[in-house]
């Protein structure tokens, strides 16, 4: 195991910061995913895409991050009925049966191959609740062998050049909420979260739109004694969704009926999730080496 550091931050904020030792100076790939909303149906989720990503993923090496949402079992709304709903005992053990079931399908049916590279595994809004206190993002942590990173996350990964020094890649992670339905809303979302914390990539998920840009930062540093003006690369980056928005042919019941995406209006997302790319960089200076990595991301 490359974890070598767990905290747990406390203050105003509560959060998790998991820090990872990266042991090669290769470029490394990192693959953010989530809003599969798996409940056992290929009509209405890309498992076979969602399949076929994560072995591009596990075929050249990448990490992966989860951003909530893996299956479609309760919303906030359908959780906080259910929890004032008269049911016997063996009626809920049916439904978390139900929800055990759905996790354990997305990891035979998709992500099995990708045990061991995850980083964590964010909570989203749709999840089962388990009568041990746990939830269905948690079992399929459990069965990935990944931390569970609560509501909010900073991820670190710590780079070694062979000379001793050091270098580091911050990742802020959300599920996400709201952000709006035009194409660049969740961006703005994004954007106002990195001018309140510091790190160089952040991902939201939640509004199912792939979607990222980048912004250069400049920062002055001291070279021996001369100043520079460096910069350091952000990224913005809204992490895609595997669920089905539109399709033709849709049947509820006996009622020719769109999804609840079709209902809403909701403007269609192209499937899928994107690909960032961390290439470790120390850049010399007047003598001085520093730590700039040069970080990308595919669509």
Partial sequence: ??????????????????????????????????????????????????????????????????????????????????????????????????????????????????????LGLLEGHHFCEYTNGTTSDQHLCELLETPFLGTCAYVRLKFAHPNGTTGEVLIWAHHGHGGGSRAGSPLNKLELAAAQWPGDIFLMGHNHKKLATAIDRPFPIWCGKQPKLLHRTTLLVCTGGFLKGYGEGRVQGGIPRGSYVEQKMLPPVALGGPVIYIKPRWKEHDGTKVWQPDLRVSN
């Fill in 1 to 118: 195991k490359d974890v070598f550091l767990l905290l747990r931050l406390s203050g105003d904020s509560l959060m998790e910061l998991y820090s990872y030792n990266i042991p090669t100076n290769d470029e490394m790939i990192l693959m953010p995913i989530g809003d599969i909303q798996w409940a056992g149906d290929e009509e209405e989720v890309a498992i076979g895409m969602l399949k076929k990503h994560i072995a591009w993923g596990v075929e050249n090496n990448a990490r992966f991050i989860g951003m909530g949402d893996y299956i479609d079992s309760f919303s906030p709304s359908n959780r906080e009925s259910l929890r004032g709903a008269k049911i016997y005992d063996t009626g809920r053990k049916v439904i978390e049966n139900a929800g055990r079931g759905m996790v354990q399908e997305l990891y035979d049916r998709a992500v099995e191959s990708s045990k061991g590279r995850w």
